[in-house]
């Protein structure tokens, strides 16, 4: 198979299927006594899919999908660790396999670094600031998947808080949360950028006076507001892009 970063995002599934005698028949088949797992690059999907299949007597029955996500020429490595996390997550759910959780206490929360980059890490620090009733639910996710999965996480907390802001347009609120997102856009790395393009067209693409307040708000953000349009489209037509901003 062509590469996609793909030592990426095995080195995140092996540990887990090492662990359960998996074997490794090459191609991205690892097989035990009782199931065999498919990771495969789908070329014309520009998605990663991940089958299982049940072992009887030694023979292989039927591959089924269980999950997919889409994965193209503008992402990288560290993209790909984070869909072998999820799939890894998945894997061990389909296996029935318990592991222990870390306590919320034992997680740290993000910090800026001492360079001053504005990658995911400082993005997530100012989101945590500016809505505080995340701090838990950051400390849940990163003590269930052992790493944060950005995109899960935001998608499945930020976006309803996004949407909810923008929706009831309170002028305080509105632009205490602006602010932070103009920032990023004007500041962040390409990864910050994306996300943030991402989770404002998940939180606004189905409601029009959220938009429409979220553009006034972003006022001579001109390259924002055009990212943001651009992108809804694609929500809308993407089934699995939806699934993966729209929890």
């Known amino acids: 198979m062509e590469n996609h970063y793909f030592d990426s995002l095995i080195a995140e599934v092996k540990p887990l299927l090492d662990g359960q005698g998996f074997k490794d028949f090459g191609e991205g088949v690892y097989k035990n006594d009782k199931k065999a797992v498919k990771i495969a690059y789908d070329e014309t999907a520009k998605m990663y899919r991940l089958f299982m299949a ?51 206490a034992q997680i740290d929360m993000p910090t800026f670094t001492k360079d001053g980059a504005y990658n995911i890490t400082a993005f997530t620090k100012k989101v945590l600031d500016v809505f505080p009733s995340l701090k838990e639910p950051y400390k849940d996710s990163v003590a269930k998947y052992g790493n944060f999965l950005y995109i899960d996480f935001f998608s499945r907390y930020l976006v309803p808080e996004i949407k909810t802001v923008y929706k009831e347009n309170n002028k305080k609120s509105v632009k205490k949360v602006t602010e932070i997102f ?11 950028v ?36 651009n992108f809804i489209p694609n929500i809308v037509k993407n089934k699995k892009l939806k699934e993966a901003l729209v929890k």
């Not at 103009?182 to 910050?192: E, N, P």
């Not at 404002?200 to 349009?229: P, Q, R, W």
């Open 194 to 229: 994306n996300i943030l393009v991402g989770v404002l067209s998940a939180a606004v693409y189905d409601d029009a006076a959220a938009k429409d307040n979220l553009f006034a708000a972003l006022g001579e953000n001109t390259h924002c507001i055009a990212a943001i349009t």
């Open 182 to 192: 103009q920032s990023a856009y004007t500041s962040g790395d390409r990864d910050v």
């Open 54 to 104: 049940d072992i009887e007597e030694g023979e292989e029955e039927e591959y089924s999908e269980i999950t997919s996500w889409l994965f193209d020429e503008t992402q990288n490595a560290k993209d790909a660790a984070s869909v072998g996390m999820d799939f890894s997550e998945t894997i061990r759910e389909k296996l029935g396999v318990k592991i222990k959780r870390e306590t919320s």
